[in-house]
């Protein structure tokens, strides 16, 4: 097999973000003036985007909801019989997890070459290499069937996000309606010469659909002054339809785009959101933060591991790269990420039979949900899922075969209370409910998920940050080690004499002496409300 593009770039990304250090420098060499086609960040759409609490979706190794169809094959260890039907039939678990939107990995027809390999085959299941930008994959589904998915989850209050990938694709791609095709070779394909058909991609299934966005795969195939003409043209389609949402009201599509660009901060900067006063795409993934939780609180994938709580803080400045305009989404893992579960094996940190590997779950969780802007989650986390005995890399020359590649391994059977036969143990329903809990909290408080941030202590295991948004004041404080510590916090720390309230325990936490004592068990986050009197 010869590896993909993408394979290939991951080695490298994921090697040159091992121990990259947070800037010290400001961004002045991405600013610029102005031009007549400066497109800004719509500040209302950003205001909403900070809500976004997303699922993201494998499509062909989540749920089959139709025996009839499926791929049948694929990279990874799932059944590869995922399909639409089984995503509707599971957005109320979805929905049960906390998260308010989805991602679907892409769903568009991917049409085999004549005498194609096996290894082609498996690249379709994936949807990353699409034949036709304009229909539905059939061993997916319909387009009958993607409209009732859309207008199903808008009902339940999920937003919706497709997955664009609009630099690559597999060389036999058919014309869109309106005659266009991309330009240039496969993978990447050129630009300007291939804008207006991805254009005409992006706003298509907005018009038809209804979606309410893209997440944008290798986005930095695309040069940025594509990205904002791409982008102005989904909020003008965006715009132009409306649908009904769960409370009854008519609104617009967000049209919310979130880049996948698996790189430093610099890079991130300069591919994906482009120079301050011209914007290119307005988010895009924090894979800088993520590795800094995964070396706190578990392994990286080349299992760095062992950080202190300033690494996590040091993940914060690396934000300074980035232009005023930008806004980071934070992830844990995705489908071409190592679950966190397997990666504290990995690390020889914990065993899923180990109190530990909850915990830790838990306090990366609880750490993302502390975090200002726009999370997502991936199927399976919410259960600390991981793959049994994957525990050690597989070489390089058989990982393809058993589906246990690095950026394969996590494209794993979805387990889907009461929908996939699983029965979920008591500690995978309990980080379930803890991750529902955290949603819950952070739904309910914006200084959560847009608030500023002013950093306590970030030192050896204890990290605690105050979030600030207007009347809102939330202390989150984190024990990221095994053993119980006591943390005293004076009120000119924290600005205030008023007394802290416990959100998951509803403790009260009274200042004595100009102070307030904490006791955090081993990884215990605490959400500490400021409660004026």
Request: charged residues 20%.
């Amino acid at each position: 097999m010869k590896p993909t593009t993408k394979t290939l770039l991951a080695l490298v990304m994921s090697a040159t973000l091992i121990g990259c250090g947070g800037s010290d420098s400001n961004n002045s060499e991405l600013e610029s003036k102005p031009s007549a086609e400066t497109y800004a960040c719509d500040p209302s759409q950003v205001e909403v985007s900070n809500t976004l609490r997303t699922y993201q979706i494998m499509v062909e190794s989540f749920v089959s909801g139709d025996s009839n169809i499926g791929h049948g094959t694929g990279y990874g260890t799932s059944h590869h019989n995922g399909d639409l039907q089984g995503i509707i039939d599971s957005l109320d678990y979805i929905k049960a997890t906390g998260a308010n939107a989805i991602w679907l990995t892409p769903i568009f027809h991917s049409a085999p070459i004549s005498g194609q390999d096996h290894w082609a085959d498996r690249l379709d299941a994936t949807g990353y290499f699409t034949s036709d930008y304009f229909s539905v994959d059939p061993r997916f589904g319909d387009m009958a069937t993607a409209k009732e998915l859309v207008e199903t989850a808008h009902e339940k209050g999920l937003y919706v996000f497709f997955d664009g990938v609009f630099g690559h694709h597999k060389g036999n791609v058919v014309a869109s309606p309106s005659g266009l095709k991309p330009e240039g070779s496969s993978n990447p394909v050129s630009y300007p010469g291939s804008l207006d058909f991805y254009k005409e991609v992006a706003t298509y299934w907005i018009e038809e659909l209804k979606i309410d966005g893209w997440r944008l795969d290798q986005a930095y195939q695309v040069p940025t002054e594509a990205w904002t003409e791409i982008r102005k043209a989904v909020d003008e389609a965006s715009q132009s339809v409306t649908y009904t949402n769960s409370q009854g009201e008519n609104v617009h599509p967000l049209g919310y785009m979130v880049a996948e660009i698996w790189s430093d901060e610099d890079y991130i900067a300069e591919t994906g959101y482009g120079p301050t006063g011209n914007p290119a795409l307005c988010s895009a993934f924090d894979f800088p933060m993520r590795y800094r939780i995964v070396e706190t609180l578990a392994a990286s994938e080349n299992n760095t591991l062992g950080r202190d709580a300033s690494w996590l803080a040091n993940g914060y400045d690396t934000h300074d790269k980035y232009p005023e305009h930008a806004k980071p989404n934070l992830m844990l893992g995705n489908h071409d990420l190592v679950r966190f579960g397997d990666l504290l094996q990995r690390g020889n940190i914990a065993q899923p039979s180990e109190d530990e590997y909850w915990l830790r779950h838990k306090a990366a969780f609880a750490f993302q949900a502390s975090y200002t802007g726009p999370i997502t989650l991936y199927y399976g986390e919410e259960i600390g899922d991981e793959v049994p005995n994957f525990d050690v890399k597989e070489a390089s020359d058989t990982c393809a075969e058993k589906g246990l590649c690095d950026d394969h391994v996590a494209r794993s059977s979805a387990k889907i209370e009461g929908m996939t036969g699983d029965v979920l143990t008591s500690n995978q329903s309990e980080l379930r409910d803890y991750v529902a809990e955290l949603m819950a909290i952070r739904d309910a408080n914006p200084a959560l998920y847009k608030g500023s941030r002013l950093n306590i202590v970030a030192q050896d295991t204890t990290y605690i940050d105050l979030k600030t948004y207007e009347d809102n004041k939330i202390v989150y404080a984190a024990n990221l080690g095994e053993n119980t510590i006591n943390v005293t916090l004076s009120s000119e720390q924290l600005g205030t004499n008023d007394d802290l309230v416990d959100l998951m325990s509803n403790q009260v936490v009274e200042i004595q002496s100009d102070n307030y004592q904490l006791t955090l068990q081993p990884f215990e986050a605490r959400f500490l409300r400021v409660n004026p009197n």
